[in-house]
């Protein structure tokens, strides 16, 4: 796998070069914090008393080293000691003192060693020197061993963060945010990457899955918008064949002189109806999805605009057995809106009270002022719909189980076109059931300045 094995070089890399950092500041801190840690215990036990005493008493004269070493005083001039215990000072270590110099000279940190300096300009105790031994090393290489590996530890995580973490997570978030906005209407941002590894291989076929998805939705999209121009001429042809036919058995069903003659009839003119109201809904839904937008002109007496749908739905509901009855204010009523569209949500409305109405049941029309408007209210006492059902009326193809039950070739469309229709007009609709049975619906809006 490319991308293993590119990972495992980079991991590789990251731990050659932690190893060669680690080995160096090793190195560096070791040297430099003994060097301190000696020069710092040699200035604190050598002081100006500690020479005063030397002098007085240079053959006796010396001083706790380092650790466990020992510190004594040489003549520059002859290199030796008066005091008989201290060891031979090494004439190459004591020729690199500089002349009249406070200087440091280290050697032999490994196991141990030796530091020089010049504390005076002559006599028995112008050299000092100091020893120390390796467990004193060892002591002071293991505290720096553990703060180069603590520091070691960090180079090493902040190398690998910035090798190995930091790479794939970009790379991981830009694959994760293909895949969120895939199929989206913009596309992918930007070219796959020109990677040969998995991840680029992945995100290389997002970018076709994605241009396959948007070319097939687009497909979808073009031929939905052909089926909803088709049915809107279909349903437009329709509506003048449609009207002979309801005129025809309204003139009938009058007509006729037998009970059962005039059951059939009504029921005919029903089915009659109910296909033209959905040719009429499928129509204005085509216009609709086209792009139709409300008129939003002055409508100066909304209860004349309802009173020729309650009147269509009251020659309906005469043969059908339900009562259709209007209750409007004397005084006119003006709105902003589209007429047909006003006409088509209330016939949607009135038709669904008389078709799914029980025969000798009532359904009742009022128009209302209200301080911030109007409201048409629609109200019957037929089955209704359950509380769970309320909040889906109005989703397009939703029918409840009563619905269905009475007639299972409706498609819920009426009450779905209704709700698309008041959206467009600024209307507000809403559904709630009656008790003991029957529905409400309320359709709210503004009215126009006297």
């Keep these: ?102 200087t440091l000279v280290w050697t032999g940190a490994g196991t141990g060693g030796t530091l020089v300096f010049r504390s005076a300009p002559s006599g028995p105790c112008s050299l000092v020197a100091a020893t120390w031994s390796g467990t004193y090393t060892s002591r002071l290489a293991t505290q720096v061993v553990v703060r180069a590996a603590v520091f070691t530890a960090l180079i090493g995580a902040l190398l690998s963060m910035l090798l190995v973490v930091w790479p794939l997570a970009r790379r991981t978030r830009a694959l994760a945010q293909a895949a969120k906005v895939l199929g989206e209407a913009h596309g992918l941002a930007g070219e796959p990457g020109g990677g040969d590894d998995e991840l680029d291989s992945a995100l290389a076929r997002l970018h076709l899955a994605d241009a396959r998805i948007r070319r097939d939705a687009q497909v979808l999209r073009d031929r939905s918008m052909a089926l909803q121009k088709h049915l809107g001429d279909v349903a437009h042809d329709v509506r003048t064949p449609l009207s002979a036919l309801q005129l025809t058995l309204e003139h009938l069903a009058d007509e006729a002189k037998d009970d059962t003659t005039r059951v059939r009839l009504a029921q005919a003119l029903s089915e009659c109806v109910s296909v033209s109201n959905i040719t009429e809904n499928l129509r204005l839904q085509s216009l609709v999805e086209d792009g139709l937008q409300p008129t939003m002109r002055p409508i100066r007496d909304v209860a004349k605009v309802l009173e020729r749908v309650v009147f269509r739905a009251q020659s309906l509901g005469r043969r059908t057995g339900v009562a259709v009855e209007m209750a409007a204010p004397d005084a006119p009523i003006a709105i902003a809106g589209d007429e047909l569209f006003l006409e088509r949500c209330v016939t949607n409305l009135l038709d669904n009270a008389v078709r799914f109405g029980d025969r000798d049941g009532h359904v009742a029309l009022v128009l209302a002022r209200v301080a911030d408007g109007f409201v048409i209210t629609v109200r019957d006492d037929g089955p209704g719909v359950t509380v769970e059902a309320l909040a889906r009326l109005g989703e397009r193809a939703f029918r409840t189980d009563e619905a269905r039950q009475r007639d299972p070739r409706g498609s819920g469309l009426g009450l779905a076109i209704t709700r698309a229709l008041c959206d467009r007009c600024g209307w507000r609709i809403s559904f709630s059931a009656l008790e003991p049975r029957g529905l409400e619906v309320t359709l709210r809006g503004s009215t126009l300045s006297p």
């Excluded at 030796?80 to 201290?86: D, F, G």
């Excluded at 000072?89 to 002349?99: C, E, F, G, M, N």
């Design 1 to 102: 796998m490319r991308l293993v094995g590119r990972l495992s070089r980079r991991v590789l890399v990251t731990s050659v070069l932690t190893s060669v950092v680690a080995a160096a500041v090793t190195l560096f801190l070791a040297r430099s914090a003994v060097a301190r840690s000696i020069s710092e215990v040699i200035r604190a036990s050598h002081d100006a008393q500690a020479q005063a005493r030397c002098v007085s008493d240079p053959a006796a004269w010396t001083e706790r080293g380092p650790g466990d070493g020992q510190i004594f005083a040489y003549d520059a001039a002859t290199l030796e000691s008066r005091n008989p215990a201290a060891p031979p000072i090494d004439a190459t270590l004591a020729s690199a003192v500089t002349r009249g110099e406070r």
